[in-house]
């Protein structure tokens, strides 16, 4: 069943490998391909002899000119794209043959497994009901820099994707297998013409598109789409059908309010985006509409509605009339505003309750008089829309690092004469920001603004808040605080809020993202839960981001994941005992170590009673793009959110016995101090990060906005978890997902009784097995061997080749461990589909990994060179593409 199941699969990828063989010999003539081909067959060789089949790849790659070498990396880096277009088409398949064989036992149905399990134990009809009335499911879209490819291509890759889904058609004709064949052939040709590296740098503005772009493309779609499958599967269980507008997910954005080190982040940036977004938000209800008016063309219509637009034949059309020239005066108003125009007469859409009241009209109308399955149609669709994405398209978070706001407030309070409010303890911080948050009168003046202590950056902080105060509340979501340590880092944005103007505050939530603030984070809350003040102000709902990125590079995978674990736990039992709602908010990464994990998996491994209906995740760079680039994926994806909700609250995992605490404990001591022993204490570590991976070479790619670096100068504190991990990724080292994980799973195996614990942890606590499941995923893709042919060409400091021969022998004894843990002789032999495509990818990541090591030797020994630089990128971008992980 297996190999029938995946060997489809396996035909797309021969199919798309021979279509760019074709496109070598043509583009760039017999001898390349040649060369490419006796390449790719050592590589083969390669996997499977030893270290002489490795000297005779470099052999065929070291002769070749700097122009060669470029053609040779954007071969491979194309087929490695194309892999992942099979791969995500196989995924669409799959889903579609699940949904028409639920009897079949692979079947992963999400929504309909959930609702059975429920079933099955008891849980009532009124009680799933009840749960899904109050879901949550918040998707917040970022702009980390992690997504390699270039939007044309993505255009491109996505219009192969669509020509696989019609080649599964049985029904096609000879003539029509050809056409599409021809298709595909041009299709990949205009990608090999095309440019993959992006030249410039994208701005904030760009990225704020490009997530727009993901809405327009696919989300737009998928949205209710995923709506009628719920529906489906809500009857097929004997649930009522929710209310029409009704849609658990919502959707909110980082770009263009992410500040936090990135200088490129204005408030100007971040009204633009604000703007841009209504103004996409417009031009998409206005299709929407346009759609509705060539429909709804009936007569019958209720009293109320003919009340409203007098008599007429065609009542339904005569309010959408109204409500295009609405949207369309929206669209021209926010085109003023973002080019500084004067502003346009004419009635828009201020807020989605206006666009929510005209549409409801005719949904009650077409209900009234017998046309339910007419307002089931498109205004159903529309309805859902609004519901989701609002009249703002998607809800703009502002995040800055807590020392700004504290800067900020020192500059008043300097002003002011009263001190300098850095030097102040925590105590009588708390005393001057409570009584400034109780006080009616403005606490500084316009000339305030133009005095000397209003530095550049002090007026940044208050210039985003007032653009927060002019814009209002409605396309606003949350303002992070990072690096949050004290409840004076909350109650200080709270006070900045108020210094502007902003009459509907947006949510302030801290991010708790060290070692150290994850293990005080619940002193934090409860400190201000302390306080009768903002007790009263959050007595609504308390939201807290939970930090993966920074935690794991302070502490490791093993040490950061538990930390977050208990955090959760604290932070859980303490709002519960306030009566106050949590949410909580994981800044989720795409690799391992940043908490990257399967959907079901990742909310499932959360403390009980953590979820509770409620959940707020960020999707990151080129994640957003595989789960949610095509309609029928990302549908997919949003039904396992809301049933992974779902089933972690109804059904929430079980609680950890006292001895598994402990053994975590123990575990995570030896791992935190494996880990620091090398990244904190070891000095040749970055020397070794900037010579032997491509981590300085990076900087060159034009990724995303935010700079790589905290500091230019800085050592790993300075450097950004996502460069970080992406650097490690590109050796196959992997060094941040498992470093540490390794020494204390060899620990606890000198042991029988903790052997005999920790597997009953892998067996019995969703928490642990998440541990050892994301533990095996990122080791299938670690190549100690790959990590070395870096290291041969790149360096002959003997300190440096010290460590990187200690770091391959944790790798190996991180790997062995592992395997005695699970029993399993290889890697992912429970993942067999996983196993094949890395084994599939590897004779085309090994000659890039070559190349790559090849061309930084190269470039460091002169200044600049471009078609050295191309190369590298490409191999960076192919790298990236045949791992399908990067930061």
């Given at each position: ?199 410039e740098r994208p701005t904030p503005v760009d990225e704020a598109k490009w997530g727009f772009a993901t809405i327009e493309q696919s989300l737009w779609r998928a949205v209710p789409d995923f709506m009628r499958q719920f529906d489906e599967e809500l009857q097929r269980a004997g649930l009522p059908s929710p ?147 609002g009249i703002t398209l998607l809800c703009l978070d502002v995040r800055q690092e807590s020392g700004r706001h504290a800067d900020t407030i020192d500059a008043i309070t300097r002003y002011l004469e009263l001190g300098s409010y850095l030097e102040w303890d925590e105590a009588e911080r708390q005393r001057f ?455």
């Amino acid at each position: 069943m297996e190999q029938d199941q995946h060997a489809p699969l396996r035909e797309d990828v021969r199919w798309l490998g021979e279509l760019l063989g074709h496109t070598l010999r043509e583009q760039v003539g017999e001898d390349l391909y040649e060369t490419v081909e006796r390449i790719r067959l050592a590589a083969v060789e390669t996997r499977s002899n030893d270290e002489m089949s490795v000297a005779r790849l470099r052999a065929l790659l070291d002769p070749l000119e700097d122009d060669a070498l470029l053609e040779v990396a954007r071969a491979f880096s194309q087929f490695l794209n194309l892999a992942n277009i099979a791969e995500q088409h196989h995924r669409e398949r799959l889903h579609r043959q699940h949904q028409r064989y639920p009897g079949d036992p692979d079947s992963d149905q999400g929504l309909r497994n959930v609702l059975e399990r429920l079933s099955a134990k008891q849980v009532s009809a009124q009680t799933v009901r009840d749960t899904l009335t109050d879901l949550s499911v918040e998707l917040v879209l970022t702009a980390h820099p992690t997504e390699v490819t270039r939007r044309t291509l993505i255009r491109k890759y996505d219009q192969m994707a669509d020509l696989l889904t019609e080649s599964d058609r049985p029904d096609l004709t000879g003539e029509e297998r050809q056409r599409l064949e021809q298709r595909l052939r041009e299709l990949i040709i205009s990608a090999w013409s095309t440019d993959e590296i992006r030249r410039e740098r994208p701005t904030p503005v760009d990225e704020a598109k490009w997530g727009f772009a993901t809405i327009e493309q696919s989300l737009w779609r998928a949205v209710p789409d995923f709506m009628r499958q719920f529906d489906e599967e809500l009857q097929r269980a004997g649930l009522p059908s929710p209310p029409a507008d009704w849609v658990p997910v919502r959707l909110a954005s980082w770009m263009g309010g992410d500040r936090d080190g990135n200088p490129n982040v204005t408030a100007a940036v971040t009204r633009e985006v604000l703007l841009l977004a209504r103004w996409m938000a417009a031009d998409l209800y206005l299709r929407d509409v346009e759609n509705l008016l060539a429909d709804l063309s009936m007569h019958r219509a209720s009293d109320e509605l003919l009340a409203r637009t007098g008599p007429s034949h065609e009542p339904y059309r005569v309010v959408l009339r109204d409500v295009r020239d609405r949207l369309k005066v929206t669209r021209r108003r926010m085109e003023a505003l973002v080019e500084e125009r004067p502003v346009p007469d004419g009635e828009g859409f201020l807020n989605g309750a206006q666009l929510r009241d005209e549409l409801r009209l005719l949904d009650r109308s077409l209900r009234a008089v017998g046309l339910e399955s007419i307002a089931n149609g498109q205004l159903k669709d529309t309805l859902r829309r609004l519901s989701c994405f609002g009249i703002t398209l998607l809800c703009l978070d502002v995040r800055q690092e807590s020392g700004r706001h504290a800067d900020t407030i020192d500059a008043i309070t300097r002003y002011l004469e009263l001190g300098s409010y850095l030097e102040w303890d925590e105590a009588e911080r708390q005393r001057f920001l409570l009584a400034e948050l109780e006080n009616r009168r403005p606490l500084v003046d316009e000339l305030f603004y133009r005095s000397d202590v209003c530095d550049p950056q002090v007026r940044e902080v208050l210039d985003t808040c007032k653009v927060i105060a002019e814009q209002g509340p409605e396309g606003l979501g949350a303002y992070v605080i990072s690096m949050a340590r004290a409840p004076s880092d909350v109650l200080a944005v709270m006070l900045l809020q108020k210094i502007a103007g902003v009459t509907r505050p947006m949510r302030v939530v801290p991010l708790f993202e060290t070692l150290d603030d994850l293990d005080n984070a619940g002193e934090t809350m409860s400190a201000l839960l302390s306080i009768p003040f903002y007790r009263e102000r959050v007595k609504g709902g308390q939201e807290v981001m939970i930090g993966y990125s920074d935690s794991a590079k302070d502490a490791g995978f093993l040490g950061a994941a538990w930390a977050q674990f208990r955090a959760q736990e604290k932070l859980t039992g303490l709002f519960r005992e306030h009566g106050i709602p949590l949410t909580l908010f994981h800044g989720r990464g795409g690799s391992i170590s940043r908490g990257g994990s399967p959907t079901r998996m990742a909310l499932l491994s959360q403390p009980s009673g953590s979820v509770a209906g409620r959940i707020r995740v960020t999707e990151q760079g080129e994640v957003i793009r595989f789960k949610y680039g095509r309609p029928s994926v990302a549908a997919f994806n949003l039904e396992q959110y809301v049933a992974a909700t779902l089933e972690a609250t109804l059904l929430p995992p079980r609680e950890p016995r006292p001895q598994w605490r402990e053994q975590m404990e123990k575990l995570t001591r030896i791992s935190v101090e494996g880990y620091r022993q090398v990244v904190r204490d070891d000095p040749a570590l970055v020397r070794y990060l900037r010579t032997v991976t491509p981590e300085t070479e990076l900087s060159r790619l034009a990724l995303g906005s935010r700079p790589a670096r905290r500091k230019s100068d800085g050592g790993i504190e300075s450097l950004r978890a996502i460069p970080w991990v992406f650097a490690w990724t590109q050796i196959r080292l992997m060094l941040p997902a498992w470093l540490g994980t390794g020494a204390a799973l060899e620990a606890a195996l000198e042991d029988q009784s903790d052997i005999d614990r920790i597997r009953e942890m892998a067996s019995h606590w969703p928490f642990f097995q998440g541990v050892v499941d994301m533990l095996e995923m990122v080791l299938a893709k670690a190549d100690s061997r790959v990590a070395a042919w870096y290291e041969e060409r790149l360096t002959d400091d003997t300190d440096l080749m010290r460590l990187g021969d200690s770091l391959r022998q944790r790798l190996a004894g991180t790997v062995e461990a592992l395997g005695r843990l699970t029993g399993r002789g290889d890697l992912l032999d429970n993942n067999p589909v996983m196993r094949w495509s890395i084994r599939v990818r590897d004779p085309y990541t090994d000659p890039l990994h070559l190349l790559q090591a090849e061309l930084m030797a190269r470039l460091r020994d002169r200044d600049s060179d471009k078609v050295l630089e191309s190369a590298l990128m490409v191999t960076i971008a192919g790298i990236a593409a045949g791992l399908r992980n990067t930061g």
